[in-house]
């Protein structure tokens, strides 16, 4: 039922960690669920984006929730089923300057499909953390991983940013800056990572009006600028082109 489904879906929150006893058999028969609903729910994407190197698992017009009803839904919203064209820019530039994560620690930040965080492990990052408080996107992540014959990164669902400074080479955020009150504590909690750890930050976005309006445009220093496909700017009301900034605040 719906109701089994939610209670399953709390549960993946947990993934693959290891534990004993019934428990752990309770999660498993949980990912095994997730997993079977997402193959079902989502069609294999190659083609029709910025990366047509990856495969994830989408939404597409042949999807059976792309015209049913939302309520009959069971989970969140399905942001990890869309690839959005912020991650789409950010995922490519990686690919086409892999020195930029090659033996690095790299956090894909908000990750939603993972591809941003495939796309390094790809490049030869040392190890990948990919959070998105979301646990069905971890569980798609792994899909997605599998897909392209790699081994998943780390998946946490935990709000990583209330927690102190991550202490990662590289953070990726990928079409994050969606929401104002988001972009503002996104902006203190990047300061600190810098500040403590020295991190690098690059950010994947199409122009969205939260981000230009927001104070920390004025900090970015842009880096690569895509034409996205028509099929992505159909998706996205008009939006056609989707660029990456590297985060300086010394600006």
Not at 56 to 85: G, V
Not at 194 to 206: A, N, Q, R, S, W
């Amino acid at each position: 039922t719906g109701r089994k489904v939610l209670i399953c879906s709390d549960s993946v929150s947990a993934l693959y960690s290891i534990q004993s006893g019934s428990s752990h058999t309770f999660r498993r028969r949980c990912v095994s669920h997730s997993r079977r609903f997402i193959g079902e729910n989502t069609e294999v994407v190659g083609e029709q984006s910025l990366t047509p190197e990856l495969r994830l698992r989408l939404f597409t017009p042949s999807c059976r929730f792309w015209t049913e009803r939302p309520e009959l839904w069971p989970y969140e919203d399905p942001y990890w089923a869309i690839y959005w064209p912020g991650g789409q820019a950010l995922s490519r530039f990686l690919l086409d300057h892999p020195a930029v994560c090659r033996g690095q620690t790299v956090l894909d930040l908000g990750s939603g499909c993972g591809a941003s965080a495939i796309a390094a492990i790809l490049c030869g990052a040392a190890h990948v953390v990919a959070n998105d408080i979301d646990p069905m996107a971890a569980v798609a992540t792994h899909m997605n991983s599998e897909l392209n014959g790699l081994q998943p990164p780390v998946c946490l669902t935990h709000n990583i940013m209330g927690s102190p400074p991550a202490a990662f080479h590289l953070i990726l955020l990928g079409d994050m800056f969606y929401d104002q009150s988001l972009a503002t504590s996104l902006h203190s909690w990047l300061n600190r990572c810098m500040e403590t750890h020295g991190t690098k930050v690059l950010i994947g976005d199409p122009g969205r009006a939260q981000f230009e309006e927001h104070a920390i445009r004025r900090l970015l220093r842009p880096l690569a600028q895509f034409e996205l496909p028509d099929s992505v700017r159909e998706e996205n009301y008009g939006l056609s082109c989707s660029g990456v900034w590297s985060y300086t605040p010394e600006l």
